[in-house]
């Protein structure tokens, strides 16, 4: 089940790969995120050091947090990720020119998960030319509809 999507990461990138990755998280981020609280339009991924961090994933904080935590909306968030899976991130986004993007949040057994995706970076003429894709399928669609009438 799917708590937040970047819509903004599929404009702006050509997705390659996808990852599941888990987050570290504090209690009171996990009750914000099931208030629907977060926000991913402006996070990205970065290696640092051999491990995946998520950087400027915003998660505001319920009024009703504890009041000996002082919650920090947009920390830095570890990923968890398999070794195997991390080696491969760091050889294609430092020798590829790959960059990393969050593309979702979403709940697999229970747990937060965060997909991450290997994303190629588009240019403004791919970026028009995928709105001009979606423009079509407005007007084929209203097109079937105004047909069915």
């Known amino acids: 089940m799917s708590i937040v999507d970047n819509k903004k990461a599929f404009f702006d990138y050509f997705i390659e790969?996808?990852?599941?990755a888990g987050i570290v998280l504090q209690g009171w981020e996990v009750k914000s995120i099931r208030a629907g609280r977060v926000q991913l339009k402006e996070a990205y991924v970065i290696v640092r050091s051999g491990e995946v961090?998520?950087?400027g994933a915003h998660i505001s904080?319920?009024?009703s947090t504890s009041t000996h935590v002082h919650p920090e909306t947009t920390r830095t968030r570890k990923l968890l990720l398999n070794a195997g899976e991390i080696s491969k991130l760091i050889g294609k986004v430092e020798r590829s020119g790959y960059t990393l993007v969050p593309l979702n949040l979403h709940y697999s057994?229970?747990?937060v998960k965060c997909?991450?995706?290997?994303?190629?970076?588009?240019k403004q003429h791919?970026?028009?030319?995928t709105e001009r894709a979606r423009d079509g399928q407005r007007e084929i669609q209203a097109a079937?509809?105004?047909?069915r009438r």
């Open 53 to 55: 961090f998520l950087f």
């Open 17 to 20: 790969e996808r990852f599941e």
């Open 144 to 147: 079937m509809k105004q047909h």
């Open 126 to 129: 791919d970026k028009r030319e």
């Open 109 to 111: 057994k229970g747990r």
């Open 115 to 122: 997909d991450i995706g290997l994303a190629k970076g588009k």
């Open 61 to 63: 904080a319920l009024t």
